[in-house]
């Protein structure tokens, strides 16, 4: 157990929705890094939180968002949903910005 | 673009031999590696890592290679154990922004 709890596990929807995925970091960790994984791909980093700021960003489209509140939990809310953001979201964490990142299960999303 | 790959998505390995994972990466920029290990409804979990200005980092078990001007990272797990049946992603960081391979599923028999 890395310390870093995701909730949902999993979440069915639909096309055109708007889904919000929750994150936990390990206690004490101030970032928050946001991934994703498709279908045989390897995890995309999307984008990350440092202490309640924007530290960094990815490949994150702009029908996604993500924010992490002054308890240090981050939210990355997807909208406009299509087909292809089905996929394993992971989060990860650390004390500071590192290299060396604890993840969480991750959220299995569906879209139909 | 794939910044990072793992050519091999499979390795099948006897219990007490050498497992042997390779990585390759186009982007010079890159400053540090590390792999993953993950299990089945897990995280990955960092398992060692290496920076661009070494060649070689032991920890136990595990060994990493590095080979910058192959752009070339492989991973020796020796001797290899049936708990170290898992998908292993190999990663790259350009100022702690990870770019991951897509894996390599290692199992290991008895």
């Known amino acids: 157990d890395s310390g870093v709890t995701q909730t949902p596990k999993h979440l069915i929807t639909a096309t055109g929705q708007r889904v919000t995925l929750r994150c936990s970091p390990r206690?004490?960790?101030?970032?928050v890094y946001w991934y994703q994984q498709s279908l045989d791909q390897g995890l995309q980093f999307l984008i990350q939180?440092?202490?309640?700021?924007?530290?960094a960003k990815g490949n994150i489209l702009e029908r996604f968002s993500a924010q992490q509140f002054p308890d240090l939990h981050s939210e990355l809310n997807l909208s406009s949903l299509e087909l292809g953001d089905s996929a394993l979201y992971f989060c990860?964490?650390?004390?500071?910005?590192?290299?060396?990142?604890?993840f969480g299960p991750g959220t299995r999303l569906t879209v139909l | 673009d794939q910044q990072v790959k793992q050519n091999s998505p499979s390795l099948s390995v006897q219990e007490g031999r050498i497992s042997i994972l390779n990585c390759d990466y186009t982007?010079?920029?890159?400053?540090?590696f590390l792999w993953y290990k993950k299990y089945p409804a897990e995280g990955p979990t960092f398992l060692i890592s290496?920076?661009?200005?070494?060649d070689k980092n032991e920890d136990g078990r595990f060994t990493v290679f590095l080979n910058k001007s192959a752009k070339h990272l492989s991973l020796h797990i020796v001797p290899s154990q049936p708990g170290d049946s898992a998908v292993y992603f190999c990663?790259?960081?350009?100022?702690?922004?990870?770019?991951f391979g897509a894996g390599t599923t290692v199992t290991v028999r008895a």
């Open positions: 206690s004490g960790d101030l970032s």
């Open positions: 990860a964490s650390s004390v500071t910005t590192s290299n060396e990142q604890f």
């Open positions: 990663a790259a960081s350009v100022r702690y922004k990870l770019s």
């Open positions: 939180y440092y202490n309640g700021e924007e530290r």
């Open positions: 290496i920076s661009s200005i070494k």
């Open positions: 982007n010079s920029m890159f400053d540090y």
